[in-house]
């Protein structure tokens, strides 16, 4: 079964950089488009930056300049590089996925379980 998992979350200070990563486990035949969301507590969820596999890349205003989306999809993996961090993004933030999964060749939209980012002096 396919599924979304990321890593990287965690304490951080305001200025400070973390590094999320997005795998997608199981039998992906292509991812085509990756995204990351974010839902701080009280609010509603967000998207944050995305990456389709034609290299189009969108982020959300407030993210601009400091964080960076990646991928390497020949490892079915995507990134969420955070610079100069803020406390307004402390979030949970949530991997989402478009791909084929195998051998049925089926469309999945896939969200991962979430990571917490906390900047906070």
């Known amino acids: 079964q396919v599924q979304l998992v990321e890593s990287g979350g965690g304490f951080v200070q305001p200025g400070g950089s973390l590094r999320l990563t997005c795998i997608a486990s199981?039998?992906?035949?292509?991812?085509?488009?990756m995204r990351w969301y974010r839902q701080a507590p009280g609010k509603q969820r967000e998207l944050v930056a995305a990456?389709?596999?034609?290299?189009?890349?969108h982020y959300t205003d407030s993210v601009k300049g400091r964080f960076t989306i990646s991928e390497n999809y020949a490892k079915n993996a995507g990134y969420l590089q955070m610079n100069s961090l803020k406390p307004e993004d402390t979030a949970t933030y949530y991997c989402?996925?478009?791909?084929?999964?195998?051998?049925?060749?089926?469309?999945?939209?896939?969200w991962g379980q979430g990571t917490l980012v906390t900047v906070s002096a």
């Open positions: 989402n996925g478009n791909l084929i999964e195998g051998p049925s060749m089926m469309y999945r939209e896939l």
């Open positions: 990456l389709h596999n034609d290299g189009i890349i």
């Open positions: 199981g039998n992906v035949v292509r991812v085509n488009v």
